[in-house]
């Protein structure tokens, strides 16, 4: 085991709220400081540790995919920029809901409970309330709180935090990382469609023994790793003809293998399946191996993922949501309003929407040929003329050409009668 690895471990291990520092870290594992800098942003890109200004970097308990909407204190105090007042030993502690203290403290007490977050000024007895029952507060406009606040946050371990934004804005922020984090749930990544504990070979075996793995398994494709479990290359049926079966794996496995990470999205797989033609990819965590993907189980993942219906809307859903589409002969047709979404500082349809809906066309298009999922080869765009907003506009897509895996599709969007957009694209199909 890495220094490295040895350091992510160290901290995986500590108690939940506790407080870690690069000088600390290298200190007691004797490392150096860089080794130790780097282990906690790795920790932080994982969700083990969370880092606050003035506060510091403490260790948080690691939310589960299922439950990725859920916020920690910790991370409220940084998504408002705010600052810790008292009960700094509870940031760890996760957020169940949110609640504005504009009402009467009667009113208020018939919805405050443990685990949730009050927003609310320089109100006092409702402070007190909240803390009194679990409740973390959040006072708005910069104000202080009193001794007596902080005291009783500092004794029930519940985060008292300050932020000069007013209630409006800091519930607007909440709500928005919130809903950004439903977005990434949603998106399935090669964790959740591998195979785990697959077949491998070691790099000590020999042509018979792939041979061997094959007739048991029935696969051609396996991922040849070290004593370590780190993924050193991959060996296919295609690199075995007319190879002698003592022939040492080494010799004609290809070597430098593509890789992904668990939380590699699907379509992040696709897109390097299909431009290096790779038909299975090994999964790892640390470059060891934990599973492997292959092509038919990403296109399994994107068709489900296209029937299921989501809780939050991405940026490419809310402007093709608008487009109705049709076909008239070979040519697939969508038309409809851009959403303000799409516009750009200048007040205009932006170029990157038009790009998005030009490729849905295009997707729509291909679906007619059997193409069920595509993923962009090149596109070569010319915009002609700026798009007004809230217009009508009308895409049209064109098949130019179109094979076994690849096809070529002639678009352009009129406004008005008039051509505003022209591309011409080339995709390649996920489908074998």
Not at 162 to 188: C, G, P, V, W
Not at 201 to 206: E, P
Request: proline share 3%; net charge neutral; glycine share 6%.
């Amino acid at each position: 085991m890495t220094k490295h690895q040895q350091l992510i471990e160290y901290i995986e291990n500590l108690p939940i709220g506790k407080k870690i520092s690069v000088r600390q870290i290298a200190r007691e594992l004797e490392v150096s400081e860089g080794t130790a800098y780097r282990a906690i942003k790795e920790a932080e890109t994982r969700g083990m540790v969370s880092t606050m200004s003035r506060v510091g970097t403490v260790r948080i308990e690691l939310k589960e995919e299922h439950s990725i909407q859920i916020l920690t204190f910790a991370e409220v105090v940084n998504i408002v920029d705010g600052s810790i007042l008292g009960g700094r030993a509870g940031l760890h502690k996760t957020l169940n809901k949110f609640l504005i203290g504009a009402m009467e403290i009667d009113s208020l007490a018939r919805y405050v409970e443990a685990d949730s977050l009050l927003i609310v000024g320089d109100r006092e007895e409702a402070q007190v309330l909240a803390l009194t029952r679990g409740a973390s507060v959040m006072i708005t406009g910069g104000f202080e709180a009193s001794a007596l606040v902080k005291e009783l946050a500092d004794s029930k371990e519940i985060p008292l935090i300050s932020s000069t934004y007013d209630t409006f804005t800091i519930a607007t922020m909440i709500n928005q990382a919130i809903h950004d984090r439903l977005i990434k749930k949603e998106i399935i990544r090669a964790q959740d469609v591998m195979v785990g504990a697959p077949f491998y070979l070691k790099t000590g075996d020999d042509v018979a023994k792939v041979l061997e793995l094959s007739r048991k398994s029935g696969h051609s494709r396996f991922p040849v790793v070290d004593d370590s479990l780190r993924v050193v290359g991959i060996i296919t049926g295609r690199d075995l003809v007319g190879i002698s079966p003592e022939t040492p794996l080494e010799r004609v496995m290809t070597k430098k293998a593509h890789t992904v990470e668990l939380r590699t999205s699907v379509a992040a797989v696709a897109h390097k399946m299909v431009w290096q033609g790779i038909e299975m990819l090994p999964v790892v965590e640390n470059n060891r191996l934990k599973g492997v993907v292959t092509r038919e189980d990403v296109i399994k993942a994107l068709q489900i993922s296209q029937r299921q219906p989501h809780v939050q809307m991405t940026y490419t859903d809310n402007i093709v949501s608008q487009f109705r589409s049709t076909s008239e002969g070979n040519t697939a047709v969508l038309r409809g309003c851009m959403p303000a979404v799409a516009m750009d500082r200048s007040g205009g349809v932006s170029q990157g929407a038009l790009l998005t809906v030009m490729l849905e066309a295009a997707a729509v298009l291909l679906r007619r040929h059997r193409f069920p999922d595509i993923v962009p080869e090149g596109i070569s765009t010319y915009f002609l003329q700026p798009v007004p907003p809230e217009r009508e506009l009308e895409v049209r897509a064109r098949l130019i050409d179109v094979g076994r895996h690849t096809g070529k599709v002639d678009i352009d969007i009129a406004c008005d009668g008039s051509t505003v957009c022209k591309a011409m694209a080339s995709v390649q199909s996920l489908k074998d």
